[in-house]
């Protein structure tokens, strides 16, 4: 992965597309980033990411907001961490956390299932013309080379989120033998982790992989498949009665 400084200054950012114009701004508020100010840092992860997050959609912009990303998550800055915040503001992911999340998500966004979607849909042409999801798909394996340390971080906060963010970059053939290694770490976090959404990104990637999980599963998880499974039938029956009717609850999609 290029410096940082190298993306920012090698980037032609203002012929960039973003969600409602072109990437211009993008430099001056992705070298905030790394400001020792956790306020100032946190104000320019909101700017930065909203330019580029929009309804799942890859961006021009996207793919170098991702180097960046990548090439600043072991910055001396990120890595300290945010204890320095004043005791007195409201509590907030960690910047390392916040920028994993963003990875992670916009990995899912350009994974092998949202590809199959849209073949479905727009033809099996669909990578050739969308030349912003295939550059993203193609940096996988060096968005994953920046995560991957951090799948042992102290921090059970990084780590999960960690593991998250590699999972879909994992889905590379390149990246086929760092499956196992990311199993362990599912495990690890099945054993351990609350949060919903990581058990089920933990859960499905091990079943995608061929793993046993009825072992893994705890009471929630099982609720948690059975409330999607029926979600999903609703979804299903609503599409086949052409959209009429409705859901006994707001779908997880």
Known sequence: ???????????????????????????????????????????????????????????????????????????????????????GMPPHRPTVVRLLEWLGDTAYDADDECVAISE???????????????????????????????????????????????VPLAEHPALATHRAELVGHARRLLATGTDRHHRDRALDAMKAWGHDTGDLENADDIAARERYARLKAERDSWWAAGGTGGYSESPPF
Do not use: K
């Open 1 to 87: 992965m290029p410096h940082h400084r190298a993306i920012l200054e090698g980037t032609d950012w203002a012929s960039l597309a973003t969600v409602c114009g072109t990437g211009g701004s993008l430099p001056t508020t992705l070298a905030r980033f790394i400001d020792p100010d956790p306020v100032v840092r946190t104000a320019a992860v909101d700017d930065a990411l909203r330019e580029v997050t929009h309804q799942n959609t890859i961006y021009e912009a996207t793919v170098p907001v991702a180097c960046y990303v990548a090439a600043v998550l072991h910055h001396p800055v990120i890595a300290a961490g945010d204890s320095g915040t004043d005791a």
């Open 120 to 166: 479905r849909h727009c033809g099996e042409g669909f990578l050739d013309e969308d030349r912003e999801m295939r550059a993203f798909r193609e940096l996988r394996p060096a968005l994953f080379s920046a995560v991957r340390p951090l799948l042992d971080h102290d921090d059970a906060q990084v780590r999960e989120a960690a593991f998250v963010a590699a």
